[in-house]
């Protein structure tokens, strides 16, 4: 059976050109088009990011100089809660100050991490306006600071680590707690970050003191630098892998249809093997595993492409 995912519409972010040309020209009633559209479609959240990106520049007074009427739009044009995906935190004060609880259910705050500053400024805020968390389970706590999440346990106690501290700090029960393990472009995937990720799926779902959370990626990433070709079905194909360890949130453009292919699509299989090439045997090196897999996915999309053709 195919697991019904929760899709959080992500064409309000500057990466896409219809959101960015409204941002330019102050265009709020842009957002709430898109905002609609998103809608019709099925999305279940939207997220707003109003944040920079390689084809913009943002600068964060104006971007938040500008949120409170893009909010306003939104709301008058849907019901969908919102998510608001910044790390800073006025971004978040604003965006929430200017969210009306009545016309849309609790939104979410994306997201909390160890990187973050002024943490416990932000945890605040999810627990004064009652929202869900995205807690970035890529990063954890060091002692002089946060590192990066380079194992399937790492990433597993980040996650119970922000969960305590979700549940302590802010009154957040296991239900209103998104976890993000990451998901890197699987075409440039050479230390097996995929796997890493998916493997701290599976811990978090078979971890009895985490039950009840979700678990979340941003999928564009997953594709990026393949054939459009394949680029579609690559995603999919991720998403049953995914779903089978535990992910039941997915950030996506809701325009590409964003759901798991069947279980027996030989596009899943084809994926499956590719990242099983990627797990390192006894004296390998991650490198050496890497590789092997980029060859099985660089295969993959070269006979999408012949067939194409």
């Known amino acids: 059976m195919i697991k019904k995912l929760t899709i959080v519409g992500e064409l309000m972010n500057n990466s896409y050109a219809r959101a960015r040309a409204a941002f330019l020209e102050r ?41 409170p009427d893009v909010v306003a739009a939104v709301q008058e044009a849907t019901s969908l809660p919102l998510s608001f995906d910044n790390p800073g935190l006025e971004y978040h004060k604003v965006a929430l100050e200017s969210y009306d609880r009545k016309k849309g259910a609790r939104p979410i705050l994306n997201s909390v991490a160890a990187s973050r500053e002024r943490l416990d400024e932000m945890l605040e805020l999810v627990a004064a306006y009652d929202t869900l968390a995205v807690v970035m389970a890529s990063e954890r706590f060091v002692d002089d600071g946060a590192a990066q999440c380079l194992t399937p346990q790492d990433a597993h106690c980040a996650a119970k680590e922000f969960v305590e501290l979700l549940a302590t700090k802010a009154g957040r029960r296991n239900d209103q707690i998104i976890i993000d393990p990451g998901l890197a472009p699987v075409g440039a995937d050479t230390y097996g970050l995929v796997n890493t990720g998916l493997d701290a799926m599976a811990l978090i779902q078979s971890d009895p003191d985490l039950r009840g959370v979700h678990v979340i990626v941003g999928l564009s990433n997953f594709a990026w630098g393949t054939p459009r070709s394949v680029r579609h079905d690559l995603e999919r194909a991720y998403l049953t ?69």
């Open 241 to 309: 892998l995914a779903t089978e360890r535990g992910l039941d949130f997915a950030l996506a453009n809701p325009e590409k249809t964003p759901s798991p292919l069947p279980h027996g699509h030989e596009m899943v299989g084809k994926l499956r093997h590719a990242l099983a090439q990627g797990r390192k045997v006894d004296g390998e090196t991650h490198e050496t595993a890497g590789y092997r897999q980029a060859e099985a996915i660089m295969h993959i999309c070269q006979h999408a492409e012949n067939v194409e053709i």
């Open 27 to 67: 265009r709020p009633e842009g957002y709430a088009a898109l905002a609609a559209l998103q809608e019709r479609l099925g999305a279940d959240y939207l997220t707003l990011n109003l944040d920079g990106t390689q084809r913009i520049q943002v600068r964060r007074e104006e971007m938040i100089a500008f949120l």
